[in-house]
């Protein structure tokens, strides 16, 4: 069974967002569009308004940590 992500999980949006988009760099992707390709994830389950530029935040900060160690 897939596990169901929700804002919350910054973590590992962070590493499934690395492995799904290898080639993008994190901190150049606007909120808008980060809030999108979280939503697209298949494992993302939570509601889709309920985000805010806070979890936005640590969502892509997770995921430009994961960047930086496939990177260096």
């Not at 992500?5 to 799904?20: N, Y």
């Amino acid at each position: 069974m897939t596990e169901k992500l929700t804002w919350d999980d910054a973590e590992k949006i962070g590493v499934l967002l690395a492995r799904k988009h290898p080639e993008l760099y994190p901190l150049s992707t606007d909120l808008e569009e980060l809030r999108r390709r979280v939503t697209d994830l298949a494992e993302f389950k939570d509601d889709f308004e309920a985000c805010d530029k806070n979890r936005l935040e640590a969502i892509r900060m997770a995921w430009n940590e994961e960047f930086i160690d496939r990177t260096q």
